[in-house]
């Protein structure tokens, strides 16, 4: 049986990880609303081509933050990837950098983030940030994001706690359990001095870990500061408000990234999709707009692009596609791209800015 690429690698996975690690990554928060209203969100719109345009050569790429990258097409930060492949996050870096994509590091990557500078040689690495709740903590993973070259910091802000998904509890699971996800706290010298002694086995460094993880009381005020004393632009993950859009470029956030998580954070969590032309119009025209959730094919980009995002991260997607390594991401992403550069053409656009407004509409 042939299956489409994005429903292929999602089977695949099924097939081949345990049942803990598939639930773990497809899973949503609570009653899954937002995760089935992720995918179908795209589908209340429809596009209208333009024909009898030259698309012989279509350009793909757009400007982000002062980069060309090859597409508007970002590796959404995810967690834990050795539960998928040994290789883990270096494979998917491998693959964006190949491909001229930026490639998002989590914080509770199975790699140190300056492992996978070593493999970022060609596109943008970005550290996406979970601030600790010790802020001595923060800020060396900080100071490490900085001297290893990153592009910029993902701070997430939509993960005070984490959201209650389900299909983790009912199976008892959270991957750190598999010895995944620790690397940038077992390589960090600020979290090695102030929590690790001798007599750590790996299930008391899990703790330790899980216990500082994730910060309750993070305000706007305490990232205003963080902003001021980095030299690295910073993009703010998780907004779904105008106000708070408008909040973070006041503070002098480099950008935004509308998003629900991929639905795994609040139970019943507004689609990115809904909201990002309110928020386009409150943050105004020059303020990097990005989006994610439910971005499976080239038209959901184009989709997302012609409300008013720049870029879109991709989660799910790339994540399944990393059961078949590196050459799997490879798959994933060359397929989107080129049914991006398919429906451009078809569209009778050969480059971004030829896109209309009048070209979109909604049912
Ligand atoms: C398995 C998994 C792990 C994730 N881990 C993180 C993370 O460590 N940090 C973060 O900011 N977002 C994390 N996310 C959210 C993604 O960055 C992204 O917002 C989401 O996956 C986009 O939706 P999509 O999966 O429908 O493309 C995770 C998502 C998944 C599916
Ligand atoms: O699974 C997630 O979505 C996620 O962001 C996360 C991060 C750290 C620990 C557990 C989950």
Redesign the pocket.
């Known amino acids: 049986m042939t299956l489409k690429t994005t429903d292929k690698w999602e089977t695949i996975a099924k097939q081949q990880l345990s049942r803990n690690a598939f639930g773990?990554?497809s899973g949503g928060a609570g009653s899954e609303v937002s995760l089935k209203y992720?995918a179908e969100q795209f589908n209340r719109y429809r596009l209208i081509p333009r024909l009898l345009r030259d698309v012989s050569h279509v350009d793909t790429s757009v400007e982000l933050l002062h980069s060309t990258i090859q597409a508007p097409i970002l590796l959404?930060?995810?967690?834990f990837h050795t539960i998928v492949h040994e290789c883990g996050e270096r494979a998917s870096a491998s693959a964006a950098n190949t491909l001229g994509l930026p490639f998002i590091q989590?914080?509770?990557a199975s790699f140190s983030i300056e492992d996978i500078s070593e493999v970022m040689t060609e596109s943008d690495h970005y550290f996406?940030l979970?601030w600790p709740s010790d802020d001595d903590v923060a800020y060396s993973l900080v100071r490490r994001a900085e001297q290893a070259g990153v592009k910029g910091l993902?701070i997430?802000v939509d993960t005070p706690v984490l959201g209650r998904r389900e299909i983790d509890l009912s199976h008892d699971y959270f991957p750190m359990d598999e010895g995944a996800g620790m690397a940038n706290f077992m390589t960090d010298p600020v979290f090695k001095e102030k929590y690790v002694t001798s007599e750590d086995n790996q299930a008391t460094l899990k703790q330790k870990i899980q216990s500082i993880l994730f910060n309750q009381t993070l305000t706007f005020e305490k990232v205003e500061t963080l902003i001021s004393q980095t030299s690295l632009p910073v993009i703010i993950?998780g907004i779904l408000e105008p106000s708070d859009a408008k909040h973070c470029k006041d503070i002098g956030a480099a950008g935004v990234i509308v998003?629900n998580?991929?639905a795994?954070q609040l139970d019943s969590a507004i689609e990115p999709l809904e909201v990002i032309e309110e928020i386009r119009e409150k943050v105004g025209h020059d303020f990097p707009l990005l989006i994610?959730?439910?971005?499976r094919r080239g038209t959901d980009v184009i989709k997302a692009y012609m409300l008013g995002a720049d870029s879109v991260?991709?989660?799910?997607?790339y994540?399944y596609g990393l059961t078949g390594g590196e050459v799997g991401v490879r798959d994933v992403l060359e397929q989107l791209i080129d049914d991006l550069t398919v429906n451009l053409k078809l569209l009778g656009a050969a480059s971004w800015h030829e896109l209309s407004p009048a070209q979109i509409r909604r049912l």
């Open positions: 773990y990554l992720n959404a930060p995810i967690g989590s914080t509770v996406q979970y993902v997430t993950k998003s998580h991929g795994r994610d959730g439910g971005i991260l991709i989660g799910r997607p994540i």
